[in-house]
């Protein structure tokens, strides 16, 4: 038996929400750096924000958050957090190295060459996208929450796969 972790139900209700271009920020996210005392430089969407959304999501689920300070906004710091796991299960921490730096994400699935990864700054917005299974650096679970039975997501092709999340 599978179910969603409580984590990705709560992750999932953000779909759609997106960075305002321009010269200013969308409020929400703005609001969940501040939340999870992000540092005050941080004043600008612009900026990564995948680790802000995912430690304002643990925060609103009562787990721990990953790292103080500056490592709350980086992506990296979700490889060390938690406990490791081997195999992927749905709503894992998965970890991924990109040109600029990491992204980190939430795993729903994958296909042969890719994991289906939901997160925020994903394309400028809180949704899903392929990453390549090359790029994964780490996947992580939440301490304290009882370890998920290893259960591969087997999805079909469809997206394109993604090379820079933000």
Not at 13 to 33: D, H, Q
Not at 40 to 63: E, S
Request: charged content about 20%; some cysteine.
């Amino acid at each position: 038996m599978t179910y969603d972790p409580l984590w990705l139900s709560v992750a999932l209700a953000f779909e759609g929400l997106r960075e305002t271009s321009g010269p200013t920020s969308n409020p929400v996210i703005l609001k969940w750096a501040r939340d999870i005392d992000a540092p005050g430089w941080y004043k600008d969407d612009d900026q990564p924000w995948c680790a802000v959304f995912l430690n304002r999501l643990f925060m609103a689920c009562q787990l721990p958050m990953a790292g103080t300070g500056f490592d709350l906004l980086r992506a990296l710091t979700f490889a060390e957090w938690g406990v490791t796991l081997v195999e992927p299960a749905l709503g894992a921490v998965m970890v991924f190295e990109r040109p600029q730096g990491a992204h980190v994400g939430l795993y729903l699935g994958e296909r042969v060459d890719a994991y289906r990864v939901f997160g925020g700054n994903t394309n400028d917005a809180v949704g899903p996208a392929w990453l390549l299974k090359t790029r994964l650096r780490a996947i992580r679970w939440p301490l304290g929450m009882v370890l998920p039975t290893p259960s591969r997501v087997l999805l079909t092709a469809d997206g394109a796969v993604s090379v820079n999340e933000a």
